[in-house]
């Protein structure tokens, strides 16, 4: 089991510690850190986004988190699921590089997430701690669905975020600019 993000409790950094608590057979792996090493920024950040700095210390011991690395596609094939408990995105770069590497997802119920994403065709969503787990069982108990939902995933991944369909309409959008 997989997330990627800041180590912030927007990203959903205590839903994913719940869950794990749920699964104390399974590894789970949080890539990502702060967004500072210093302890001054660390709590500015806290205040400004109203967030409480994360209790490392009341982590299930199944919870490894790896703070900032170099290959993140690396680490989402190391894993077997990506869960993604986001509470806001504004676009889920996370989610994007989890498709591309054909992971089945489970993540939270967003409006962002919609615009590209499906439950029970290229992904598993939920609302709650709840239903997060019940997602990550029903994968768990359905190998062929974790396959088919990391296709599709990937499938998705293709059309909506390609860097050559995306540069390409960028390019028009400035040509038809520039003929204004």
């Not at 997330?3 to 510690?17: A, W």
């Not at 290959?71 to 509470?87: C, E, K, M, Q, Y």
């Not at 088919?148 to 499938?155: D, E, F, H, Q, V």
């Amino acid at each position: 089991m997989c997330s990627v993000g800041g180590l912030t409790l927007r990203k959903g950094v205590s839903e994913f510690s719940e869950v794990a608590s749920c699964f104390p057979d399974m590894r789970f792996m949080w890539v990502g850190g702060s967004f500072h090493k210093k302890q001054s920024v660390k709590s500015l950040y806290g205040i400004i986004s109203k967030e409480n700095n994360t209790i490392m210390k009341d982590m299930p011991s199944n919870v490894m988190f790896t703070d900032y690395i170099n290959n993140v596609p690396g680490a989402l094939s190391a894993s077997d699921i990506f869960f993604l408990p986001s509470r806001h995105e504004t676009q889920g770069l996370a989610l994007v590089e989890a498709a591309a590497n054909r992971r089945p997802i489970v993540t939270r119920d967003l409006p962002v997430f919609r615009e590209w994403r499906t439950h029970g065709y290229d992904c598993l969503m939920g609302i709650s701690e709840e239903e997060f787990d019940a997602c990550i069982r029903q994968l768990i108990d359905d190998p062929a669905l974790m396959r088919r939902l990391g296709s599709a995933a990937r499938k998705c991944a293709e059309k909506y975020h390609d860097i050559d369909k995306t540069s390409k309409r960028l390019v028009q959008i400035y040509n038809e600019l520039l003929e204004m």
